[in-house]
């Protein structure tokens, strides 16, 4: 399944290669670089993924993920903190290949 390639990249901290997993459309508008930057530099990062479920109509699916994270720029400690939460992502097939729909 491609959401749990591009999610393993994620974990890795591939950002550059996990590009190559958004829409053609996305991909025309924003530079490999500029994603990769923008997603290294977020304040949080992702310890592990799990798809948990994946609701599919055609050309359009629905993936839950289960991510575990921790916040590694919140103050006095929390930064150690491990939390959780459930993320939805919307998957599209474009000519007979599923993108992730960047929100």
């Known amino acids: 399944m491609r ?45 592990s993924a799990d798809v948990v479920s994946e609701e599919c109509q055609e050309d359009l699916c629905k993936i839950k993920v289960l991510v575990t994270y921790r916040a590694i720029a919140a103050p006095a400690g929390m930064g150690k903190m491990v939390l959780s939460r459930e993320l939805e992502e919307t998957w599209i097939q474009v000519d007979g290949t599923w993108w992730m729909v960047e929100n």
Request: positive net charge; glycine residues 4%.
């Open 3 to 47: 959401a749990e390639a591009r999610w393993k990249l994620v974990l890795d901290r591939d950002f550059e290669i996990a590009w190559d997993y958004l829409t053609p459309g996305y991909r025309e508008t924003t530079k490999r670089f500029d994603y990769a930057r923008d997603r290294a530099g977020r304040p949080f990062q992702f310890l």
